[in-house]
T-cell receptor
Framework: TQLLEQSPQFLSIQEGENLTVYCNSS?????LQWYRQEPGEGPVLLVT?????EVKKLKRLTFQFGDARKDSSLHITAAQPGDTGLYLC??????????FGPGTRLSVLP | DVKVTQSSRYLVKRTGEKVFLECVQD?????MFWYRQDPGLGLRLIYF???????EKGDIPEGYSVSREKKERFSLILESASTNQTSMYLC???FGAGGLYEQYFGPGTRLTVT
């Protein structure tokens, strides 16, 4: 069974700070997705990374896929209250099924 | 604007009741999924469907069944609800299979079984 771990589980920071959250596995994935989920809503896709070592930027968010395709990180620069939410990583195995991590709950205080 | 809707946002049922959760998507997607979300466990796949009348078990199908009679509609059925099925249930759809395709999620149904 493929498992994804995310750290930290909870993160509370002040507006303007930088942060990094991590998604780790002992399994290799064909691709990895990051979603953000706001209270009372379903997750919304932020990015998909496919190639080992790939870096993608989405405004203040930077996503990296590990060289070995087993881990990923999400870095947020100058966090804002609108970044508050649950960040989920989802790995896609070669069997095409998604495996979701437990999430990092981020709170950005004004 | 793409949309996945779920029949109820909140539902309270008694142990032993039969429960139906409905999901409708308006994007003509082939694939539909049912997950449950529990704190600290992330999303766990219950069942998915790649076509009308087709279904595949996910990681935790026990105690659940599904029905897909029309392309846009995917129903999750709890034959006899139990307290350990209290959870947030999320439906999703996607155009293709695998990780290159975005999953679009509904807002979720928070089910409480008493």
């Amino acid at each position: 069974t493929q498992l994804l771990e995310q750290s930290p589980q909870f993160l509370s920071i002040q507006e303007g700070e930088n942060l990094t959250v991590y998604c780790n596995s002992s399994s290799v994935f064909s691709s990895l997705q990051w979603y953000r989920q706001e209270p009372g809503e379903g997750p919304v896709l932020l990015v998909t990374v496919v190639t080992g070592g790939e870096v993608k930027k989405l405004k203040r968010l930077t996503f990296q896929f590990g060289d070995a395709r087993k881990d990923s990180s999400l870095h947020i620069t100058a966090a804002q209250p609108g970044d508050t939410g649950l960040y989920l990583c989802a790995g896609v195995g070669y069997g095409q099924n998604f495996v979701f991590g437990p999430g990092t709950r981020l709170s950005v205080l004004p | 604007d793409v949309k996945v809707t779920q029949s109820s946002r909140y539902l309270v049922k008694r142990t032993g009741e039969k429960v139906f959760l409905e999901c409708v998507q308006d994007m003509d997607h082939e694939n539909m999924f049912w997950y449950r979300q529990d704190p600290g466990l992330g999303l766990r796949l219950i069942y998915f469907s790649y076509d009308v009348k087709m279904k595949e078990k996910g990681d935790i199908p026990e105690g659940y069944s599904v029905s897909r009679e029309k392309k846009e509609r995917f129903s999750l059925i709890l034959e006899s609800a139990s307290t350990n099925q209290t959870s947030m249930y999320l439906c999703a759809s996607s155009f293709g299979a695998g990780g290159l395709y975005e999953q679009y999620f509904g807002p979720g149904t928070r089910l409480t079984v008493t």
